[in-house]
């Protein structure tokens, strides 16, 4: 059999683009126990006065998280944010028909902006356009984000948030395309709705950024009449277009699996493609750019969620898509994280759904610990060593062909140049189950980088799982990594994730 390597010329002056550091967002929905038992749990040993867990509070941090979209998903299709705003034991409890659970609005807006601040992140806030309207989304910007001296920018002062909150990025509602979706809505009509509602939110506070809803998924039937359509009618106010995508391991075919992510490849050509083409039939200036602002392995819970929620509905924080990850699937999660760096010219952000016990890096005990997920190192590795900028690599990989892909590469890899810190991240994913693979690298352009460290994610076996009790997929150190005359050469492990890490002159320790 041929041998199987991968060569690579990586230059300082070959760059993508700098990389928004919103690309390592997050998404915390009223979901299952993402905000009751994740986030938020009164009289949990480790809450603060507030009832935020701590524990939680140290993982989140640890992810520099930059961005959360909040409060749907799903969810926010039938919000009423009013519900959840001025004295807690004021509020009521409503039935939530997107998850079938019972709200009881004991956290709403201002405690989430609250934490949010805590954690060092921006609020990325939606607004209902399912069963709400132009009105609903001004009101509740002029609640967040007006001084004050109006109806609703006094009402916030009045429930004790004297400054607003400042939130710059809105989404105009969430994937009005499905049909699951309450309030759901053709093109036409989302497009109109979207382009009055961007047209007042923009009147209320001209600093904000607008994200037009974008496809569910590349399956969509509409997909990508849809952005098409939608973005024609939104084009003057809007400044993102939203891409949601998950992947699920269904038929147990790993190799096929890790190819996925050239489907996020395909999924942001299109909708670039047709951002650019609504641009040039407007005649436009400006560019739309991507918000995959949702994105995910998904398919663990799938199953006993559906029955969950038809058999016992109405629950409060009921156990819902608590998938558990494998180490196959960090894998996968690395090699989204390199396709949204290899875009940096035009993924500006991008929001992993989501943070806590749903479908989530970060997992809680109700009456223990708070956990890190397999899925949890490369969105660490790739939030803490991917600012900068995105370099352009030449990369030559061998490839193979799987069930639904040809010729896909043996490894993946994107580039961050730190400028500021003098420092060169390199994020492999070797996708072969078989081999290890020589990986050469010309990096002539970094005169005096050397090697800080190579990190590696491998596990000799792809299903396994972290839990509370035991972190079975951790970070280790690779020993074989070498600079030799301007060329770096290693070898990355069969499936591994791999970040190798240069700077410049006795930077070592850092
Ligand atoms: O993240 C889980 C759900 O997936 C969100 O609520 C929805 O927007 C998407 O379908």
Redesign the pocket.
């Known amino acids: 059999m041929a041998k199987k390597y991968v060569k690579m010329v990586i230059d300082k002056e070959f760059k993508i683009a700098k990389i928004d550091k919103r690309i390592y967002g997050s998404?915390i929905?009223h979901?299952g126990r993402g905000v009751y038992e994740g986030i938020y749990q009164p009289g949990h040993p480790s809450a603060d006065r507030d009832g935020f867990r701590k524990d939680v509070m140290e993982l989140v941090k640890e992810l520099n998280v930059p961005v959360i979209r909040y409060p749907?998903?799903?969810?926010v299709s039938n919000y009423f944010w009013e519900d959840g705003v001025g004295p807690v034991k004021e509020r009521p409890k409503r039935l939530e028909l997107?998850w079938r659970s019972l709200e009881t609005n004991e956290v709403g807006l201002n405690e989430f902006a609250k934490w949010a601040k805590l954690v060092g992140s921006d609020v990325m806030m939606a607004v209902n356009l399912g069963t709400r309207g132009v009105s609903d989304a001004c009101n509740l910007l002029e609640y967040c984000n007006h001084e004050a001296g109006t109806k609703y920018s006094d009402l916030r002062i009045g429930h004790g948030y004297k400054e607003p909150h400042k939130i710059k990025t809105w989404c105009l509602g969430?994937?009005m395309d499905?049909a699951?979706q309450l309030g759901s809505k053709t093109p036409e009509e989302y497009g109109r709705l979207a382009y009055e509602t961007a047209k007042a939110m923009k009147l209320i506070d001209p600093e904000i950024e607008l994200v037009s809803c974008g496809s569910?998924s590349t399956g969509m039937k509409t997909f990508p009449e849809w952005e098409a359509v939608t973005l024609e009618h939104t084009y003057d106010y809007a400044d993102y277009v939203s891409l949601?995508q998950?992947f699920g391991n269904y038929n147990n075919d790993t190799a096929n699996f890790l190819a996925k992510s050239m489907e996020t490849e395909h999924f942001i050509k299109t909708v670039i493609a047709t951002c650019d083409y609504v641009k040039a039939k407007k005649r436009g200036k400006k560019n739309i750019n991507l918000s995959f602002d949702?994105w995910n392995v998904?398919y663990h819970s799938r199953r006993a969620d559906d029955d969950a929620m038809k058999r016992k509905p109405w629950q409060k924080a009921p156990a819902l898509?608590e998938d558990i990850y494998t180490f196959e699937d960090a894998l996968l999660v690395g090699l989204m994280l390199i396709t949204f760096i290899k875009h940096a010219d035009r993924v500006k952000m991008a929001c992993l759904?989501?943070l806590v016990n749903?479908?989530a890096p970060i997992m809680t005990k109700a009456d223990g610990p708070a956990w890190k997920q397999t899925i949890y190192y490369p969105y660490l590795h790739a939030s803490r060593y991917g600012r900068g900028t995105a370099l352009q690599p030449v990369l030559y990989s061998t490839r193979h062909d799987t069930r639904e892909y040809t010729d896909v590469f043996d490894v993946d890899a994107a580039v961050v140049y730190n400028e500021e810190a003098e420092e060169v991240t390199i994020f492999a994913v070797n996708r072969d189950l078989e081999d290890d693979i020589e990986f050469t690298c010309d990096i002539r352009s970094f005169d005096g980088y050397e090697l800080i460290e190579h990190i590696i994610l491998a596990n000799g076996d792809l299903l396994a799982v972290n839990s509370a009790a035991k972190q079975t997929v951790e970070p280790k150190k690779a020993e074989n990594t070498r600079i030799e005359n301007g060329t770096l050469t290693t070898y990355l492990g069969k499936a591994s994730w791999n970040v190798i890490r240069l700077g410049k002159n006795n930077m070592k320790e850092k």
Do not use: K, M, R, T
């Open positions: 998404f929905e979901l749907g998903g799903n969810f997107a969430n994937e499905g699951w569910s949601h998950y949702e998904w898509l759904a989501q749903v479908i």
